[in-house]
């Protein structure tokens, strides 16, 4: 997978009522790559504290990066993802991911919608010669 993907980008929304070190203990299982996040500070409507974080990657941490969340794909994920990749991709052919923050912590990849962690994943675009679909299926399914 060396050298396959520009970036990665993971983020998620940090509410206040959440261990902010349950989180990054799970993300840095899940992505296997050890990185400090940029944390922006703001404020909710009622006056709670809230964090968005980010971690981004690029080069070989990337390439590392996808390949532990392509590893941690459960089957059920890895066949509900096979069908909507197409709608999961932009007009630049990166890829965007969202998994339940919850499971997450819980130890499970599953796709979510509400409150996830965020993954974008930017291509190297001279590698997509057979297309942006068959390019993400390789890497996250095995070629199917």
């Known amino acids: 997978m060396k050298g396959l993907v520009q970036s990665i980008e993971v983020s998620y929304i940090l509410h206040a009522t959440e261990d902010p070190q349950t989180l990054t203990k799970a ?15 703001m404020e909710g409507h ?3 504290a809230i964090a968005k974080v980010r971690y ?17 794909l459960p089957a059920l994920t890895k066949d509900r ?10 007009e630049h052919s990166a890829l965007y991911l ?9 130890g499970t990849l599953k796709a979510g919608t509400a409150d996830p962690v ?22 996250l399914f095995g070629g199917s």
């Open 27 to 41: 993300i840095s299982s899940l992505l296997s790559v050890d990185a400090v996040p940029e944390e922006e500070r």
């Open 46 to 48: 009622f006056g709670n």
């Open 56 to 72: 981004h990657f690029i080069g070989e941490d990337a390439a590392a990066a996808l390949s532990s969340i392509a590893a941690h």
């Open 81 to 90: 993802l096979k069908c909507d990749i197409s709608e999961l991709m932009d």
């Open 98 to 106: 969202r998994f339940d923050k919850q499971r997450l912590v819980e």
């Open 118 to 139: 965020r993954i974008r994943v930017k291509p190297r675009v001279f590698l997509l010669r057979g297309g942006a679909k068959e390019f993400y299926s390789k890497i």
